[in-house]
Nanobody, 122 residues
């Protein structure tokens, strides 16, 4: 069955960096776009970034220029490099499998990981 397992979250200071990973299994990873989304305390789910099968990427305006998404198809792993972190980046970060090769804020996703907590605080 499809499994997505996130790791790499933790506590970071404002201006610091973290790298999230998502290990995927149970499907042909290279055939699907993938996304990261987050949920801040008391708020709804926010799409953060996505990467298509050709490696092209897309970002929410709130993280553009600070976050970088990447994928390693040989390792079936999705990454999110987060730099210049801000307190408002705090939240539970999820990786998700897209239903197709497309990604974006509104594209349909069918599987989600359990999430990894990111806290940005001094």
């Amino acid at each position: 069955q499809v499994q997505l397992v996130e790791s790499g979250g933790g506590l970071a200071q404002p201006g610091g960096s973290l790298r999230l990973s998502c290990a995927a299994s149970g499907f042909t990873f290279s055939n699907y776009a993938m996304s990261w989304a987050r949920q801040a305390p008391g708020k709804g789910l926010e799409w953060v970034s996505g990467i298509r099968v050709d490696g092209s990427d897309a970002y929410a305006d709130s993280v553009k220029g600070r976050f970088t998404i990447s994928r390693d198809n040989a390792k079936n792993t999705l990454y999110l490099q987060m730099n210049s972190l801000k307190p408002e980046d705090t939240g539970l970060y999820y990786c998700a499998k897209e239903l197709s090769v497309r990604t974006g804020p509104q594209t349909p996703r069918d599987y989600w990981g359990q999430g990894t907590q990111v806290t940005v605080s001094s």
